[in-house]
Each structure stands twice: as C-alpha cells, then as structure tokens.
C-alpha cells in the first residue's frame, strides 16, 4: 500500500463503542471500522444519520487498529465466526485476502447494486459475486498544481506527457520551479510511478493479471518501464525544486500554494494539508491525472475507497437489519452522511451522489474522469504485488542516482521476494 496512515484503511478489534444484541426498542446491529479519525468520523456519521431515519434497528460502532494488527484481527474474527454484523475494509487486493466466498454475503440481489461505480465494483468482487459498497469517497493520484501560475503563463492542463514537458519548460523559463518533490518523506517519491498505471493499464490492460501471474515485469514491460523513466526525465531536466532532497511534504505544499512551484505530484487526500499550510490558497490550487503519451486514453489513477461488507454469520434478524443499513450506505442520502461527517478526497461511487458545493477545487477537478469513465483502480487494488523497496528506488532515480531502467529491474527483483512470500503461482 501507499503509505501508511495516510491513504490505505484497513485494519479490527478492542475499544467498542457499543454493544450489538437485541433489545425493546428492535434490533441493534454492530459496525465495524478502523480507528483512523477519517473512517471513525465517517462510521459515526452514518450510523447517526441511519439511526434518526429508522425505526427499529439501532447501529452501534465499534473500532478496530489500523495496519497490520487490524489485517490480523479482521481476518481471525472471520475465521473464527465472532465478525461484527457489518464491517468496514480494504477493496482490492487486501479484500481478495479476506475468502470473500467462504466468509462473507454476496451483494448482487441488491436493488442498489445498478448505482455503483463499475470501476469500483471490480475492486470488491470475487467468483464473479459483489462483496462491498463504497465506504467515502475515492482518493486521486496525479498532479495538484498551481492554477494562477498557470493563468499567468497562458498555459493549459496537458493531457499528454508531452505537453507536461513543454509546461515545465515554460514554467522553468519564468524563473519558477515546475515540480515539487518531497524526498524527506521518502512515501512521496512514488507518486509518478504509482499514478501512471491508468497509462500501464491503457497501453496493455491485462498487465495486472499478468504481473500477478509472474509473466509481465516493469523492466521488460514498454509501457510499465515508461512509469520509472517519467520519473527520472523529470529530474533530469532539472525541473524540481532545489531542496527536493531535504523537504517534506507540508513545506512541498506551501510550495506549491505560494506559487513558488507550479507542479506537485501527489494524492488528493494532500487537500487537507493544504487547507491548513496555505489557508487562502485553496482557490489557487488545481488537480490533473498524470498525463500519458495518448491524449485520447487521457485518465485519472484511483485510490478506491475501503468499503462495507456483511460476514455470512450475520443471518436472521441481524442480517435484515443490516441490509437496510448497507442499502443506506449505498445511497444518496449515506453519501451526504459522509461528506458531512468527513471533507470528502474525491467523487463518491454511487450514481445520485455529489460532492458538496464548498468541496476544494482539486476534488472537484477529478469529477470528469468519473463521469466519462476514464479511470483505473491503482494496480495494488488489481494485485498484491507490492515490493517494500519501492519508495527507496524511486528516490533514487528521482534523485538522479539510479537510471529508470536498472530501477525497474531492480524492483522486479524486490516484488519477486513478495510474491513468493505470498506463495503466488508463476514467480
């Protein structure tokens, strides 16, 4: 996953804030969710704006670690039948750890299943079923940048990695540096190659079935070694900031809202940090997917929302309940429970929903890449091959240290050791 504590929601247990059981007043049902103030807020939110609009079933939310401990306890209370009634995890490759088929209630008989984001839906399926609907709202990754910069310049949104270029070579020229990178949080130098997989994905799309499978590598792959070059023609072009070494990202932020810098690749979720490094410059700030070499396959990398499943020991009473609870999740009405609750980081997946009027504009940038469908899940929600050195490359290639193409090869060679941990057939 990206980085801990910050994108990825997974994790369960311990500091119950409810009990669940029946009672005179109807059936209460139990939630689950991680302890993260974003996914505790959101649980909240719901369960309180479920609970004021029904009668008869009370929603009571219990909390659970993040990261690894909370992977642990989620899938030892699967196994061991003691799961909340409905719980909140991963989509993707973390979900696919779950047995989705052996554990959990499949969703496709559910009058609200048509209103879901297909790309989303991808992401929560197994054995052909639907496990999950979206918890919040996706998370972006691409490039923030600074829109009076570019007003300034007469410059327009690239939709091709040539254009991106050309900009930063304008932007250079106007004694302003084109791109902001944050070394000293060495997660950040990541970004270029982990956004680029909407381009992977255009150019061959069964490249995360066949990484999974051992048979696609990045080295050996045109279109996945074109994610390492990026990174490295952008240092060596001499577009970054010259402290990019040494700067983490909330002075990359102050950067880039200062208009000291023009560009910053980064996840949306970063909104947040800007409104509290750079209050009053919200306005200036602006979001593009991370361009590819074919503007008409241009299109956004998503980080897709954890979501909400039922465990198949939820049956009977509990399971009509919770049922009704889920169906509200997954609706218009749950949506604005949410945006309420927490300052939504992108679109919400669900047909009906909007994003608040006041949301940032960076959010509101990513909205045309959902509405036309041109996005793709980031490839650790297709596959759970994720080297644990690929923060260490990339800062060394966008550091100007290793070139694009031994990187590559070197990263395959890390992935290699994960995939076998994990025991996956081909490696």
Not at 67 to 79: F, H, M, P, Q
Not at 86 to 105: C, D, H, I, R, W
Not at 232 to 237: I, K, N, P, R
């Amino acid at each position: 996953m990206l980085t801990a504590g910050l994108l990825v929601l997974s994790g369960c247990s311990a500091g119950d804030l409810g009990s669940s059981g029946d009672s005179g007043a109807g059936t209460t049902i139990s939630f689950l969710a991680d302890n993260s103030d974003a996914s505790l807020s959101t649980a909240k939110g719901l369960a309180d704006a479920f609970n004021a609009r029904n009668t008869g079933v009370t929603v009571k939310v219990e909390t659970r670690p993040q990261g690894g401990e909370g992977d642990n306890i989620v899938k030892t209370r699967l196994s061991t039948g003691d799961m909340a009634d409905v719980f909140m995890y991963n989509s993707g490759s973390l979900f696919t750890a779950l047995k989705p088929e052996q554990n959990l209630v499949a969703l496709d008989d559910q009058p609200y299943v048509g209103d879901l984001d297909a790309t989303f839906k991808s992401t929560v399926s197994a054995g052909g079923k639907l496990y999950g609907v979206p918890f919040g709202g996706a998370t972006g990754g691409g490039i923030l940048y600074n829109k009076a910069v570019y007003a300034k310049l007469g410059l327009q949104v690239p939709k091709t990695w040539a254009d991106f270029m050309a900009n930063n070579a304008r932007i250079k020229a106007a004694g302003i540096a084109p791109v902001v990178q944050t070394y000293q949080d060495t997660w950040t130098s990541q970004l270029i190659v982990l956004a680029d997989f909407h381009n992977v994905a255009a150019a061959q799309p069964d490249f995360a079935e066949q990484y999974t499978a051992g048979k696609a590598k990045y080295a050996t792959t045109p279109a996945a070694l074109k994610s390492f070059q990026r990174l490295q023609e952008v240092h060596d072009a001499g577009y970054l900031t010259t402290d990019f070494a040494s700067t983490k990202l909330e002075a990359g932020i102050k950067h880039l809202a200062d208009g000291e810098a023009a560009h910053y690749p980064m996840l949306t979720f970063a909104v947040g940090t800007i409104q509290s490094q750079a209050p009053g410059k919200m306005q200036d700030i602006g979001f593009f997917a991370l361009p590819g070499d074919d503007a008409g396959k241009n299109g956004l990398t998503v980080w897709e929302p954890a979501a909400v499943y039922v465990p198949k020991t939820t049956t009977g009473k509990k399971l009509d309940a919770v049922r009704r609870f889920v169906a509200f999740v997954a609706s218009k009405d749950g949506c604005d429970a949410m945006a309420k609750a927490t300052t939504p980081f992108g679109p919400f997946l669900v047909k009906g929903c909007s994003l608040p009027a006041d949301v940032a504009a960076p959010i509101k940038d990513m909205q045309p890449y959902f509405d036309s469908g041109a996005n793709s899940p980031a490839l650790e929600f297709l596959s759970p091959v994720k080297g644990p050195s690929l923060e260490q490359i990339t800062v060394e290639v966008g550091s100007g240290i290793r070139k694009a193409a031994d990187a590559a090869a070197l990263y395959d060679q890390d992935v290699r050791k994960q995939a076998q941990q994990l025991g996956l057939p081909g490696w």
